[in-house]
């Protein structure tokens, strides 16, 4: 089978395309940004924007499926306008490439933020009631594929809605703690008792791949509907300081049992956040990450395991893993050399 994969440069979208490589698939992607090395694992590949109609039908002819991937998705420096431009209109423009291609197949990853304010417990049939502009352009997109979906008897639309997404080659949320950790300038803000639903890059693929029928124990019954939603977060959760006393554990050291009050921690993150509203730069500390990190975020994952899917990392393991990742590449960083990714 011949899939294109969008954003396949991209964190997620290197691990998809191994993945479908290693199963004996054809890959194509197309994404806005050139790849940081040489991917022997693509059939061929696209630099363009999923916003320009024509490299999306030059990318999608001759496929079987499209695996969308391509988003705007960054917690800072994005305007609202943007993230309605690339994550809603992208997908229209895939959608409409896609019925130009015939292809019939469609992957949207989409996002637990799609839920929003809404009340615990979060599963697919929670009514989604998304706060910020990403979620509110991802509940769009959604829409948008739905809709595609519906246009003919033929086609389906499998939408994953992953939580936190982690794992080597990540420099996000998750290598932000651990770097902070392995430099000592890490302290426990509240007692960390709160649950923060988190999810292996592996993890997820290896769930669509499974829910799409393609891994080697596919989804025994695939979804009959036009298109299914599925939220996917590893199980069991994590506490903050489960997942802190993770990364502690992965690198030799314990976990000073010390923590300081939430409100000294605002206190604290006042400067920070001056300093963020005049130079504009994304700094590590700030009183956004401090309340995003205080703030519980279950979600249910009841519907993929109903599936069958079983996860082979667990989330301890799948921290050491980054943990590892993390050494290595700063040990590179250091010397000058190509750690890859």
Not at 103 to 124: H, K, M, Q, T
Not at 160 to 173: D, K, L, Q, Y
Not at 217 to 222: I, M
């Amino acid at each position: 089978m011949k899939i294109c994969v969008t954003g396949g440069h991209g964190f997620i979208g290197r691990v998809a395309c191994q993945w479908l490589v290693s199963a004996g698939h054809e890959v194509v992607v197309l994404d806005s940004a050139r790849p940081t090395q040489p991917h022997p694992w693509t059939t061929a590949s696209f630099l363009g924007d999923v916003r320009d109609k024509e490299i999306c039908v030059d990318a999608f002819r001759g496929c079987d499926r499209v695996l969308h991937l391509a988003a705007a998705h960054r917690d800072f420096g994005i305007s609202e306008t943007e993230y309605f431009d690339v994550n809603q209109r992208g997908t229209a423009v895939v959608c409409e490439a896609m019925v130009i291609t015939g292809i019939r197949e469609l992957c949207l990853y989409s996002s637990v933020a799609v839920y929003g304010s809404a009340a615990d417990p979060r599963s697919e049939t929670t009514t989604p009631s998304p706060l910020s502009p990403y979620g509110k352009s991802k509940l769009a997109a959604e829409m948008v594929a739905v809709q595609w979906a519906q246009g003919s008897d033929n086609r389906h639309c499998l939408i994953m809605r992953p939580t936190v997404v982690f794992g080597p080659e990540s420099t996000a949320n998750m290598y932000s703690l651990i770097r902070q950790i392995h430099r000592k300038r890490f302290l426990l803000i509240g007692k960390g008792s709160h649950i923060k639903s988190l999810a292996y890059v592996d993890n997820v693929v290896a769930a669509t791949m499974f829910l799409w029928g393609l891994s080697h124990n596919a989804c025994p019954e695939p979804p009959l509907e036009r298109h299914e939603i599925f939220n996917y977060a590893d199980k069991p959760d994590l506490s903050v300081v489960g997942i802190v006393d993770a990364i502690y554990h992965a690198l030799h050291r314990t976990r000073p049992t010390i923590y300081i009050p939430m409100w000294f921690g605002l206190v604290v993150a006042i400067p920070f956040d001056l300093a963020i509203a005049v130079t504009g730069r994304n700094l590590p500390i700030s009183s956004s990450r401090i309340r995003k990190l205080a703030t519980a975020t279950a979600f249910s994952a009841d519907k993929v395991q109903a599936a069958g899917f079983q996860a082979n990392v667990t989330l301890t393991d799948g921290i050491a893993q980054m943990v590892e990742w993390y050494g290595t590449a700063k040990n590179a960083a250091m010397t000058g050399t190509d750690s890859g990714g």
